[in-house]
Every structure is written in C-alpha cells, then in structure tokens.
C-alpha cells in the first residue's frame, strides 16, 4: 500500500524522506510516477491538476498540505472522501511573524522612506499611530493573531461567520456586521477561507465602509478580494495602503497594475508556508486514521467548504 504526495512545482524529497522514516512499512511515492496507482490509500495534495485523483480507485482520505483547501475543493471531479488540512503551531507563528514584520514597516513608514529614498529626500517622521485592528476569519490563525496583537496592545475587533466569545476583543459575526467589523479599524488583516461566501466578498462596499487612511492585509486568498474594487479605494479613497501575499492569479501576472501600485506591498505567498518538519506526525497519523477507518485529525467540514 502507498501514499502518492501530489504537489506540483514543489521539490519533495524533504517530505518524502521523513513519511518514509515515519511509516518504514509503506511505499511514499510522488505522483506522476506511481508504482500502481490501485495501491495508493492515502494522498497528501496540494494545488493538484484537477482529475488527477479519479484514478487512485482504493484511495481512502486526502491531506491537503496546506491550511487552506480551496485548490483542492475546486476539482469537479473530487471523489467523495474525507478531507483533512494543516493545523499547525509553527504554521501560526510564521504567520504571526510575517504580520509583526507588515505591521513595524507600516508604523515605522517604512513605505514612506523607501519611496522618499528614491527622490534622496532627508524628511524625518514619528512612527504612524496604528492602534485598532480588525480581523477578518477568527478561526485557528485569525484567533491566534487577533490574541497575539491584542496581548501587544492593540485594539482588537474581529469577524466571523458565528458568534464568539473572545477575550478583550470586540466580536462582530454574520454578513449584516462585516461593515461594522470594521468601520474603526487602522488596519484590517484578511484570514478568511476561499469559499462560494467568501469569493469576491470584500468589494467596493466593503471598501467604502473603510476608515480614511486604513490599512488592508490580504494573507488569505486573492479571490475574495475584487481588485477593481481594491485599486479604485486606494486611487480615490478610502484606503491608504494594502499588503497583499496573495493573489486571484498565481504568480501574479507581470501586466497587473497592482505591481506598480505605489500604495501596495507585495510578497509572493509567502507569509505561512507548512513546514515539512513540523507537520509530518499529523500526516502519518492522518494515513493510519484513514487505514482504520477513523476520524482524521483536522478535518475539513465539506458543506461548509473550509
Ligand atoms: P479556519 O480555522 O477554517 O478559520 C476560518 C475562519 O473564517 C473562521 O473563523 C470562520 O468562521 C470564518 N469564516 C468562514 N467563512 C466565513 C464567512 N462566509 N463569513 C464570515 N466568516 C467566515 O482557517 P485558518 O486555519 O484560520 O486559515 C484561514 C485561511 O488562511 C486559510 O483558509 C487559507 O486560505 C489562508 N492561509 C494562507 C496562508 C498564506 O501563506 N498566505 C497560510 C495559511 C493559511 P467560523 O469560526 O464562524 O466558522
Ligand atoms: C497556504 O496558503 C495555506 O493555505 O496553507
């Protein structure tokens, strides 16, 4: 019996070398070459060409190798089996460090100096003052950002489908309350998943709801923002600045006018990426759960889509 690691345009030998020393007794084998595909039980995918699964016939769960299973949900052609998806500490501080890395460039203008440096202007000024945040998805990483930035002193609001109850942060659920989640915010940090509710949802009049000068941080998906929408507030208001990791189209094509934006910070999704190292133990025992026909660590509800 097998697991096929089917992960595109991503060397493997990493993850291949340490399931194989976690699992001595079964074959790992990256897809395309497959030894017999009818072994395969167990399928570790990321971002996989859509079809690719239907032939894996005594495939029993997938682990999707990332937190986010967009990519995977999009085939038509998915078989109906349980999923599974990356819940992991290390996966949340790398997130955590990356927006401490966005949120010191924008209170210390470090947009602002670079964009001076290239006219050589010597204009010297005081930290901005960044001190409510909303979060949009207050789920395993938007909970932990929303307490790590709250712990740091900050003003919290956060966002999501249900109610919470989250310490010393301001929680706003359902669609009616999106505009009120963040009315107030300097900043407004996306962690929500792609999903048929969530495509294209923040739009022009979630922009406008938007306070002058605010701040917006996409590390979640690029198709749930509208970028005519995004590029129209940053042109004529209100929006003053957006970092954004993610994109509708990756790489992000070299014609998009988002590149050249002056207000846009652009990193190539690159603000939590799984660590082989770290997530290992949870995929071997996602493949003995699926071999005894259990239930999988950390598995993804597919009527809700995330
Ligand atoms: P999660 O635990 O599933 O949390 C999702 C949160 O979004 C939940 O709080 C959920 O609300 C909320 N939500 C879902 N649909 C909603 C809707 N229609 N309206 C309002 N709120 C909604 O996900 P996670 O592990 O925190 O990850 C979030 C996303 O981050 C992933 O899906 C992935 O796309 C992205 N990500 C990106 C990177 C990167 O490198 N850029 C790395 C990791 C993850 P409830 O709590 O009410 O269910
Ligand atoms: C990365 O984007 C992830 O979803 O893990």
């Given at each position: 019996m097998s697991i096929a690691?089917?992960?595109?345009?991503?060397?493997l030998d990493d993850l291949q070398y340490r399931l194989q020393q976690a699992l001595p007794q079964t074959r790992i084998e990256i897809w395309p070459e497959l030894y017999d595909p009818a072994e395969v039980e167990f399928a570790v995918v990321w971002r996989q060409p859509h079809g690719c699964l239907n032939g894996l016939v005594n495939l029993k769960a997938i682990q999707c190798f990332g937190a986010g299973v967009d990519s995977i949900l999009?085939?038509?052609?998915?078989?109906d089996l349980p999923i599974s998806r990356i819940v992991d500490p290390a996966l949340t501080a790398a997130m955590i460090g990356y927006l401490d890395g966005v949120m010191s460039y924008y209170r210390l203008q470090l947009d602002m100096f670079s964009r001076q440096q290239q006219q050589s202007l010597w204009r010297p000024k005081s930290p901005r003052k960044l001190s409510r945040i909303t979060i949009l998805g207050l789920g395993e990483l938007g909970s932990a950002v929303a307490s790590h930035f709250c712990q740091q002193g900050y003003q919290l609001a956060g966002w999501a489908r249900s109610g919470k109850s989250l310490q010393d942060i301001q929680c706003f659920a359902g669609d009616e309350q999106l505009h009120h989640a963040v009315a107030a915010a300097d900043v407004i940090i996306c962690l929500l998943p792609l999903t048929p509710s969530t495509?294209?949802?923040?739009?022009r009049d979630f922009f406008q709801a938007l306070k002058p000068g605010a701040i917006f941080i996409n590390?979640?998906?690029?198709?749930?923002?509208?970028d005519t929408a995004l590029l129209a507030a940053l042109d004529h208001g209100p929006l003053g600045a957006a970092c954004l990791?993610?994109?509708?189209?990756?790489?992000?094509?070299?014609?998009?006018?988002l590149w050249q934006h002056p207000a846009v910070l652009i990193t190539p999704h690159v603000s939590a990426v799984t660590n082989v190292a770290t997530v290992v133990s949870q995929i071997a025992e996602n493949y003995r759960r699926a071999q005894q026909g259990t239930g999988l660590l950390n598995p993804v509800d597919l009527v809700r889509g995330y």
């Amino acid at each position: 019996m097998s697991i096929a690691l089917i992960i595109p345009d991503r060397k493997l030998d990493d993850l291949q070398y340490r399931l194989q020393q976690a699992l001595p007794q079964t074959r790992i084998e990256i897809w395309p070459e497959l030894y017999d595909p009818a072994e395969v039980e167990f399928a570790v995918v990321w971002r996989q060409p859509h079809g690719c699964l239907n032939g894996l016939v005594n495939l029993k769960a997938i682990q999707c190798f990332g937190a986010g299973v967009d990519s995977i949900l999009s085939d038509p052609t998915l078989p109906d089996l349980p999923i599974s998806r990356i819940v992991d500490p290390a996966l949340t501080a790398a997130m955590i460090g990356y927006l401490d890395g966005v949120m010191s460039y924008y209170r210390l203008q470090l947009d602002m100096f670079s964009r001076q440096q290239q006219q050589s202007l010597w204009r010297p000024k005081s930290p901005r003052k960044l001190s409510r945040i909303t979060i949009l998805g207050l789920g395993e990483l938007g909970s932990a950002v929303a307490s790590h930035f709250c712990q740091q002193g900050y003003q919290l609001a956060g966002w999501a489908r249900s109610g919470k109850s989250l310490q010393d942060i301001q929680c706003f659920a359902g669609d009616e309350q999106l505009h009120h989640a963040v009315a107030a915010a300097d900043v407004i940090i996306c962690l929500l998943p792609l999903t048929p509710s969530t495509e294209n949802l923040l739009g022009r009049d979630f922009f406008q709801a938007l306070k002058p000068g605010a701040i917006f941080i996409n590390v979640a998906r690029g198709a749930i923002v509208d970028d005519t929408a995004l590029l129209a507030a940053l042109d004529h208001g209100p929006l003053g600045a957006a970092c954004l990791d993610v994109f509708r189209q990756e790489p992000l094509p070299p014609a998009s006018p988002l590149w050249q934006h002056p207000a846009v910070l652009i990193t190539p999704h690159v603000s939590a990426v799984t660590n082989v190292a770290t997530v290992v133990s949870q995929i071997a025992e996602n493949y003995r759960r699926a071999q005894q026909g259990t239930g999988l660590l950390n598995p993804v509800d597919l009527v809700r889509g995330y």
